[in-house]
């Protein structure tokens, strides 16, 4: 599978972890609410919801759920009021003051949160689903595995990038936790920014279906 569409792939792949996406700045507001340690949480999280979509694309149960336009919008609108109600929750919490890391936040339900919104959003699926396909190799003998190890290199790369993005909020809240009020703004807009997200999600339209 190492060959010209195989680097193709991942020419590919790398272009499209460094454009800035939904993924990128769920992390980025995560780190800036609550800390690194919640940041690289949420990073785990968000690979390991990604690799919940790659397996489900692999085993044709995406396409399902793309197909169905009941389907489609049950995960859409329950994943979108997971991030709203995340959102709200990072905005109230502004009025405490936070500790530099996030250790006293929680970093296990960080994870859990990041598995959650990624996994619940089935934008994650269609892009799978449109991306992966064109790349496979049609005289292989295992299109599933195919389809689940370039899958798998996808979520790693954005999960590379995830990780400078927090590294970076880290750094730039590092520099503002000496400042109460606008580190409170920060949390605030972070909270916003979440909740955003899932508005954003909850507008999504099915993909149309060929």
């Known amino acids: ?23 990128i700045f769920y992390v980025a507001a995560r780190t800036l609410s609550e800390g690194r340690g919640s940041g690289f949480a949420s990073t785990a999280g968000t690979a390991l919801g990604g690799m919940v979509h790659v397996v489900a694309g692999s085993l044709g149960i ?24 995340l959102g709200i929750k990072t905005f109230r919490s502004a ?19 990041g598995v959650l919104v990624e ?11 449109a991306f992966i396909p064109q790349f496979l190799d049609p005289a292989g003998s ?12 996808s979520v790693m790369l954005n999960t590379l990038a995830d ?18 009020q606008l580190m409170q703004r920060l949390t605030q807009g972070s909270g916003m920014f979440i909740a955003g997200l899932g508005l954003s ?4 339209r099915r993909p149309a279906q060929g």
């Open 1 to 23: 599978m190492i060959d010209t569409n195989f680097w193709l792939f991942l020419a590919a792949a790398c272009l499209i972890a460094a454009v800035p996406g939904p993924g």
């Open 62 to 85: 995406s396409a399902i759920i793309l197909a169905s336009a009941e389907l489609f919008t049950a995960v859409k609108f329950v994943g979108a009021l997971y991030l709203v109600w």
């Open 95 to 113: 009025a405490r003051v936070l500790p530099l890391d996030s250790a006293a936040v929680g970093d296990k339900r960080a994870f859990r949160d």
């Open 119 to 129: 996994a619940l959003n089935p934008k994650t699926a269609a892009f799978f689903l």
């Open 142 to 153: 295992n299109p599933t595995l195919q389809f689940i190890m370039l899958g798998a290199i």
């Open 163 to 180: 990780v400078v993005v927090v590294l970076m909020a880290a750094a730039t809240r590092t520099q503002l936790i000496g400042r109460p």
């Open 201 to 204: 999600l909850a507008l999504a």
